[in-house]
């Protein structure tokens, strides 16, 4: 790796930091090791620090699953759902209509305090999370409920709590105009306008018969775009392997030039748009990717799904790369545990602030550890 490529590697993060990565690609080319993106092997690791169980919950909760975690960008501290403590992996249901506590907290992003508390009673299954520039917190409640009065919908919290916008119809998936038939995530454009990523369960689809009967059964892998206040404007895409088509939109963002960036998790990629649906580029050596945020033109993407029965040959982990090249520059490897012997836990959400630190959500493929939902890694 070049010095003017390792700087860019590491923009945003501290000197040491900095130190520490610079010595250590050094070390390994001087041993002639190549760095592999897929496996992470031989690529710097930015933040060897790991904390995990980081954030707290009221006395008496327990944690539930997460998938989703973002810096609020007005005072940079942290927004994160946990799913109310109704279930885990390992057997129940993962919801919060069994227990009515609010499921959304804001995070103090150096203690783990909490600011905010928000969300009761409105959702059954947060899956995705967007907090626009006022503020404002963006909810995507992935499943229905069987009184067929709530869920797959998007709702519009202030930073108080109180609901200002739902898109959808409550308990009602569909693949009419506005309709969400399990909406994974949500994001807000630079003019104000809504983008919605619809449809999780296409990325086992593979043949094109398995693909007609998903669309038979209702499921969807599209992009819907509404009006600032909530009026569906467009939608694009569908169940498939071509440019502008998705198996599973799994998550959305905008950089600074105004594209949207897609997590195409279950093709294994990264699908970049315009403003308006037009398809621009793509990026294939990230990984599996399930959540993704941009800061300081690095993109910073999460892979939870990667092993030897899914992707194979490729790790989990944290791929770190420039933003305008499909280029891995540093990789942040899983942590290990006992209990998921083939490959240690990554996540689903991923969130990076001002001093570097990466926060994740570890998701829902990971069985609760008391004390936290979320796992810190820090520069030393």
């Known amino acids: 790796m070049s010095p003017s490529r390792l700087i860019v590697s590491v ?9 520490a990565i610079h010595d250590s690609t050094a070390s390994l080319q001087a041993q002639g ?33 997460s998938a989703g975690i973002e810096v609020d960008p007005i005072d940079g501290h942290l927004w994160a759902y946990e799913r109310c403590g109704a279930g885990t992996a390992g057997g129940g249901p993962v919801d919060c209509e069994n227990n009515p506590v609010d499921p959304v907290f804001k995070f103090d992003r150096k203690t783990g305090a909490i600011l905010a508390n928000i969300g009761k009673g409105v959702m059954v ?24 009065d709530r869920g797959h919908q998007v709702h519009k919290f202030s930073p108080k709590g109180e609901k200002l916008l739902s898109l959808g119809i409550a308990g009602k998936p569909g693949l009419a105009d506005g309709q969400f038939n399990q909406p994974n995530d949500v994001v807000v454009g630079p003019d104000g306008s809504i ?3 619809d449809g999780h369960d296409a990325q086992g689809f593979i043949t094109p018969q398995q693909v007609a009967d998903g669309i038979k059964r209702g499921a969807s892998s599209r992009i819907q775009k509404f009006s600032p206040d909530g009026k569906f404007i467009k939608s694009w895409g569908g169940i498939g392997i071509k440019h502008g ?9 905008f950089d600074a030039k105004g594209r949207l960036w897609v997590a195409d998790r279950g093709n294994h990629r ?11 580029e793509s990026r294939y050596m990230f990984g599996r990717i399930s959540g993704f945020t941009i800061r300081n033109n690095m993109l910073y993407t999460i892979d939870s799904e990667s092993g030897p029965w899914n992707h194979t040959n490729w790790r989990d982990g944290v791929r770190i790369g420039p933003l305008d090249e499909d280029r891995v520059t540093a990789f942040v490897p899983p942590f290990e545990r006992e209990d998921r012997g083939y490959q240690g836990v990554a996540g689903e959400g991923i969130a990076v602030d001002a001093d570097g630190v990466i926060f994740a959500a570890e998701g829902p493929n990971s069985i609760r550890q008391a004390g936290g939902a979320f796992t810190k890694y820090s520069p030393k």
């Open 11 to 19: 923009l945003g993060l501290g000197a040491a930091a900095f130190i």
């Open 33 to 65: 090791k190549v760095p592999n993106p897929i496996t992470g092997e031989n690529l710097p690791n930015p933040t060897p620090v790991v904390t995990r169980n980081w954030g707290t919950l009221p006395a008496g909760r327990t944690w539930g699953t």
């Open 125 to 148: 299954t947060p899956h995705g999370i967007h907090v626009d520039k006022q503020g404002n917190v963006w909810i995507a409640d992935f499943a229905g409920n069987k009184a067929g």
């Open 195 to 197: 983008y919605v990523a």
């Open 245 to 253: 088509e998705f198996r599973t939109p799994h998550a959305l963002m």
């Open 270 to 280: 990264l699908e970049i748009f315009d403003a308006d649906g037009k398809y621009l």
